[in-house]
């Protein structure tokens, strides 16, 4: 796992420095605290010329002698830094270097660069793991970069006028000089409808996300950004009866050589053509040897690892995989909290035990008071997910004993495990019932009924769950999971703040990711827009920036692409029936999970923050809410602010996560927007120039 950075810029654009490139490389430095490295083309960067500048942080994991970046091909025309694991490697080594290529080193860095020379974009197609990486094509002049399939790296760019920046961190960018740091408006929009911040846009101007399963090419002041894969949602449920499919549908992992087609089956290569046949039993064979397969592939390190282990469905089997492919009792990590309701600990216990592994446990009393300062500055963007503060601490704590922790991330958004899925489900029965009937339960007057204070009691969820039963499913699916749904938002904004949006509609992003899988029933359809927008810009940002900040690597085996495009076409019945979600990972792996955990219910990854703002995080509360600087940025109504805090530190109503996103913003706005640095040199417009989305 590494860190970059870098540019490249045309004859009329400004060269990188490098000194600029050094301050750009070590603002990631704690993604890769190994090694280091830049290259320069033109070697001394001046105007009238093309060239780049590619920086690179390491953190040491395979071959930790001979992987240093960035690293070239045979002759020096082809050049890369790179962020990420490649767990087929070696099989693609083999077939490399039969074709004549010859290798320096061992890391699975060069094989990418020989995969480049052979197929330029299509290189990604033979990739199985997690990666963000920039290639430099010194005979096109060109820069190639990549992001994996299902957005485990990160990858953020600027498209100057003849100048394109890239980096693994919004952070890095902003050490260019001259870099404007504008707050896009409508990013603060989405960011209090999700609690993040959707990609492709930044929470600042002319700053982008390179999606996820995306590539872009940077070839004389153009970019053209392409998708290259996505989940086969959109199939019939195991539709691969005809070979010709597989070519007419690229994107679900074809393989366009058929000599790698028989070395590289990781590449999205289907085992069994008649899945629209298939029995449970068949797939849950199938699910067992996929999974088992992704996981042994992600033992392959040269450094100490574990796993991450609630005593959950998902890292219960992702442990127990490793255990059984291991010799050697393999090392477990959680973290206890002292607060009943978000203690998982004697769980991770009874797990552990039951698997015999090596087990550490923590306990930690989170201090939101000593890590927000960590979280603002790693996480670059306004992030309100407050699971970010345990994962923060588990991170750190695994560290100590290990560098690469394997993890059960996934498994929720693949196999309906989230307890919102239940009531789409319950939803989309409404959806049939006559429409007098429909008319009588979604009535205002419902929303009469008293609500206990509790966030989760079943009063309050009820409320709101009928509240919008009225809308349509794909808006009504956006009202349940937002922070400050449509109508929050419009009593928070000022007019001002309003007419700026221009019409912006965060729903947007939702409703696209919707439309990637029209033909399946609705339930199947929101985990296909979970696993499009939720997982890349909530879970794996936070696993990312968190494990990263402490030199910790994380792999998902769930993630796998052929994990997820199994998981995409299987029928929902095996995945979710009644009240239990996941059903068909609970019976393929019972044997490693403990009978008590096979039915406890799920208690999510999170802190007291309720609790927090009623009590020792009161003061900040006002101190930085209520704030003159804070109420007079001119975004929201004071009173709409005031009210919100006054009604929850009073006790009539749960606001914490509304509060949580709002506090954060705050600090970020005066950590990374106020006390931005003065930095001389030009001004560099936020317009994108030259750029295609197709």
């Known amino acids: 796992m590494c860190g970059i950075a870098g540019a490249a810029w045309t004859a009329d654009g400004e060269p990188i420095s490098p000194e600029t490139l050094a301050r750009m490389t070590a603002a990631v430095a704690h993604r890769g605290p190994d090694d280091e490295g830049t290259y320069h083309s033109p070697t001394s960067p001046e105007r009238g010329k093309p060239g780049v500048a590619l920086g690179h942080r390491r953190l040491s994991i395979i071959d930790l002698a001979g992987g240093h970046q960035p690293l070239s091909n045979e002759d020096g025309t082809v ?61 096109k002049k060109s820069l190639f970069l990549a992001r994996d399939r299902l957005g485990q790296k990160p990858l953020v760019y600027r498209n100057d006028r003849g100048r394109l920046l890239f980096a693994s961190e919004l952070k890095a960018l902003l050490h260019v000089p001259g870099v404007p740091r504008t707050l896009d408006r409508r990013a603060v929009d989405s960011f209090l409808t999700y609690q993040y911040v959707p990609h492709p846009d930044c929470i600042l101007e002319g700053f982008r996300k390179l999606p996820p399963g995306h590539f872009a090419v940077y070839e004389h002041g153009q970019l053209q950004i392409e998708r290259y894969w996505k989940p086969p949602f959109a199939h019939s449920v195991g539709r691969i009866s005809n ?24 590449a999205g290569r289907i085992e069994n053509p008649s899945y629209a046949q298939a029995t449970p039993q068949k797939w849950r064979e199938e699910l067992r040897a996929t999974l088992t397969e992704a996981v042994r592939l992600r033992l392959r390190s040269d450094v100490p690892l574990g796993a991450f282990l609630s005593g959950g469905i998902d890292s219960t089997i992702i442990t127990g995989l490793m255990q059984q492919l291991s010799a050697t009792p393999v090392h477990t990590f959680s973290i206890g909290f002292p607060v009943k309701e978000f203690d998982e600990s004697s769980f991770a216990k009874e797990t552990a035990a039951f698997l015999k592994t090596d087990h550490h446990e923590f306990v930690v009393e989170p201090r939101a008071l000593e890590i927000l300062p960590k979280l603002i500055h790693h996480y670059d963007e306004p992030f309100a997910d407050s699971s970010a503060i345990p994962m923060m601490y588990l991170s750190q704590m695994t560290r100590r004993e290990v560098t690469v922790a394997l993890s059960g991330d996934g498994g929720d958004e693949l196999f309906a495990g989230y307890d919102r899925y239940r009531a789409v489900q319950l939803a989309t029965r409404f959806d049939h019932l006559p429409k007098p009937l429909r008319s009588l339960i979604a009535a205002p007057m419902w929303q009469r009924i008293p609500a206990s204070v509790e966030q989760k009691s079943f009063r309050r969820r009820l409320k709101r769950f009928l509240a919008a039963l009225g809308e349509p499913p ?28 221009q019409g912006h509609d965060p729903t947007d992003f939702l409703l696209r990711a919707y439309a990637e899988c029209p033909d399946r029933d609705f339930t199947t359809r929101t985990t296909c827009a979970d696993v499009l927008t939720y997982l890349p810009c909530d879970i794996l940002t936070k696993v990312d920036i968190a494990s990263m900040a402490y030199g910790l690597e994380c792999r998902s085996p769930f993630l796998d692409h052929r994990v997820a495009e199994l998981a995409a076409r299987m029928p929902l019945e095996l995945k979710l029936r009644g009240k239990q979600g996941k059903r068909i990972l609970r019976e393929t792996f019972a044997d490693l999970i403990p009978p008590s955990i ?20 009161r003061p900040l509360l006002h101190e930085t809410l209520l704030s003159e600087r804070a109420l007079s940025r001119g975004f929201f109504r004071p009173e709409a602010v005031r009210q919100l805090v006054d009604e929850h530190v009073t006790g009539r109503w749960d606001h914490s996560y509304r509060l949580w996103a709002l506090l954060v913003l705050e600090l970020w706005q005066q950590s990374w927007v106020d006390a931005a640095p003065k930095v001389e040199g030009r001004k560099v417009e936020s317009r994108k120039v030259g750029e295609v989305q197709s």
């Open 474 to 501: 794909e808006r009504r699916y956006l009202t349940w999971v937002s922070i400050f749904d449509a109508a929050r938002r419009s009593r928070l904004y000022t007019e001002e703040f309003r007419e700026s949006l």
């Open 598 to 617: 096979v039915r406890r219910p799920k208690m999510g990854f999170g802190v007291p923050l309720d609790t927090w703002f009623r009590h020792e995080l």
């Open 243 to 266: 070979p010709s499919d597989v070519d007419a549908t690229p994107d679900a992992g074809r393989i366009e050589n058929p000599s790698y087609g028989e070395a590289t089956p990781d």
């Open 79 to 139: 050049w890369i830094v790179f962020n990420g694991e490649i767990y087929n490697f070696a099989e693609l080594r083999g077939q490399l270097e039969s074709r004549g290529h010859v290798f320096r080193t061992h890391c699975d860095t060069e094989t990418i660069v020989h995969l480049y020379e052979d197929h330029g974009a299509d290189c990604m197609r033979y990739l199985r793991g997690m990666f963000a990486f920039a290639i430099w094509d010194e005979r």
